[in-house]
């Protein structure tokens, strides 16, 4: 009778000790969020949920430093779950709307500035052309007075 017992002992524990199997379940889960704003604020949220199962078989062979192993790729399960929560922005809206005006009162008041500015350095050009041309003016004229030694000066009439 002890003798049986050992046997199905030995029986029963030997393919513990040749060989191990060691199971494993990989999860991977991806969020994604995506936000829309404006009057409404929409915030959309998807998650992706992947699942492995996986195992490795490791089988004592022969020789006592080697171990074969096997692994093995079990099934994939895929689960999405989308959540999508829309909320009312009012106070963000009239701020919005707010701090709008204000740039367009800037852009505005920036734009009459650079008219400004550039109407006066127009005028700049300007009067700087017609100090130019007075001087070529009075050049020519100098010029054609000047009479050379000897000779009468011009009379001028009223």
């Known amino acids: 009778m002890r003798t049986v017992i050992t046997l199905i002992f030995l029986l029963a524990f030997t393919p513990c000790v040749l060989g191990q199997e060691v199971e494993g379940v990989q999860k991977e889960t991806t969020v994604k969020t995506v936000t ?3 009057l409404t604020t929409e915030v959309t949220t998807t998650e992706e949920t992947k699942e492995t199962k996986s195992a490795i078989v490791l089988e004592k062979n022969d020789k006592s430093e080697d171990a074969n192993f096997t692994p093995q790729t079990g099934n994939t399960n895929s689960d999405s779950k989308q959540n999508s929560t829309v909320s009312d922005n009012s106070k963000n809206a009239a701020a ?28 700049a050009k300007e009067e700087a052309y017609r100090k130019q041309k007075e001087e070529e003016v009075k050049k020519r004229k100098a010029a ?3 009479r050379p030694d000897g000779m009468a000066k011009l009379k001028k009439d009223n």
């Open 36 to 38: 829309t704003k404006g």
């Open 96 to 123: 919005m709307v707010a701090l709008k005006e204000k740039q367009e009162r800037e852009l505005a008041a920036s734009k009459k500035a650079l008219e400004e500015e550039a109407r006066v350095k127009q005028k």
């Open 144 to 146: 054609l007075e000047k």
